[in-house]
């Protein structure tokens, strides 16, 4: 694998947030960007637990890293952060940049199995195993074996999805901003399946968190979600979270393992993950320091 | 005067983020925006005291809004924040959209006295007195007898300037991120005085915070500046907080009136202003708060 190139670095909170890109196989050779916030804590006698945050539609691996008030927390408690871009860049297929919820800036951290997305659109594999394996190799001073993951709308469906398929052999606990929970019965989700997947809406249950936590019967789950009930998409039933909160409690998860929180007054942009983004941090300490 | 319209609001950490406009009768009856923070805590019987932020060079009322981690703070302090714009916008003064620092978005918080510049370029004006007065007129729940100011880069010059030239009857407090300290001494406040000033250079020590504070033998001041020394503008001898500081000194302001912390590592960025903000608001909040 190709090491990493440093694009840019800044001090904050004490730790330093670095950009690095790196030609990604997963993405068809494409050049993927991410960021990573390393707390001053971490060395390589003592490498830090890693919180992965995935974005939303629209945005880059800049955006929350800007926006979303997650530093303070990271260093406060030693956590590293790892913030991935949202799609392949630059893949060069007809229709990739013509709408803002599918192609650039929409890859729904799935593996497209539908030609001509297949080629570029492996966000999964992307995200799950080549990240850590690029940056491990980079020597960063981060263990991770010891990984939870966030994330915001499409993001809050990526992390939801990843640690239901992962577990805790790669993710010890998940949390979610106004997530997608339901993608199969919502249009942004019916979009994406149809366009990225063979199978279309039957495949993607595969990648839907309502419908992969019906299966987790007898698992102990760590999942926190917070969801405005301000927020337009909510509204608009793209969101749904209770259609999740329902098939959780079904599967027997109570609210010491699942626990949706819908907030009063938030609508779905930053200034409601900022609020939220602290305690969300500081609830993934939990499990990543026992 | 014009009531304000109401562009936007989003909650965040409990409180209400809005932007409004208002036709300016200082900026010469162009649009002005501003966003304004307001603590759940402020009502009309409990106003809550206000903080000013003054943005620097290419920004709108917007960047810090977003990127400058002042709410969580704020909000527990029960402090206000007015974010107003850094220019005039659409002046259609020749040249006014040419350099990053001249013109639109580098109004340099002081009335121009030159033309074709001083018939909309009064922001000294906007902020000191047209501001609080179109928010108090609007009842905004905000006790503008109780303000202090803050701001970054160039609006670090423009918060330190006010507070020298207004004094505790419209300030407690002054604080500043990275501030250009001495204008007259450098290359952006040379270029700003030239064009915006009749007098020039020589009139721009009337706007000097380093001149300022060299005639306020006497006063008690309260300062607080943080400047990092990983930034390139300090490097360029942009900001130049030694000068300030030593003017200070030989005014006979100690340690416990005037502080200038030159921070290790850091840059010109937000991430530098986020990682200090919190701690700005809360030794605002002693001045505010007593």
Redesign the interface.
């Known amino acids: 694998m190709p090491a990493l190139q440093q694009k840019s670095a800044?001090?904050?909170?004490?730790g330093t947030?670095t950009k690095y890109s790196f030609p990604s196989s997963a993405l068809g050779n494409l050049e993927a960007n991410l960021n990573v916030f390393l707390p001053s804590s971490a060395s390589s006698s003592s490498p830090a637990p890693v919180l992965y945050y995935l974005s939303g539609l629209t945005c880059t691996e800049d955006n929350a890293a800007?926006?979303g008030?997650f530093?303070?927390a990271a260093a406060k408690e030693g956590i590293a952060l790892v913030f991935p871009d949202t799609s392949p860049r630059g893949a060069k297929i007809e229709g990739e940049d013509e709408s803002y919820d599918f192609g650039s800036g929409a890859g729904f951290y799935i593996d497209a199995t539908k030609d001509p997305w297949s080629k570029h659109y492996k966000m999964y594999t992307h995200i799950v195993s080549e990240i850590p394996a690029a940056l491990q190799e980079a020597k960063l001073p981060i263990d991770f074996s010891c990984a939870s993951i966030t994330g915001h709308s499409m993001g809050g469906h990526g992390a939801l999805t990843l640690y239901l398929k992962e577990g805790d052999k790669k993710y010890k606990s998940a949390s979610a901003f106004s997530p997608i929970c339901h993608p199969t019965a919502c249009p942004w989700g019916d979009k994406a399946f149809k366009g990225y997947l063979e199978g279309g809406v039957e495949e993607g249950k595969k990648h839907d968190a309502t419908e992969l936590i019906a299966g987790t019967k007898g698992k102990k789950l760590n999942i926190l979600i917070d969801s405005?009930l301000?927020d337009n998409f909510y509204q608009q039933k793209q969101l749904l979270p209770e259609d999740f909160e329902a098939a959780a409690r079904k599967a027997g998860h109570g609210e010491d393992e699942v626990q949706v929180r819908l907030q009063d007054?938030?609508?779905h942009?930053?200034?409601?993950i900022?609020?939220y983004a602290?305690e969300h941090v500081r609830w993934h300490a939990k499990f990543l320091k026992n």
């Open positions: 800044n001090k904050v909170f004490n947030l800007q926006k008030n530093f303070e405005g301000g007054g938030y609508d942009s930053y200034f409601f900022s609020t602290p």
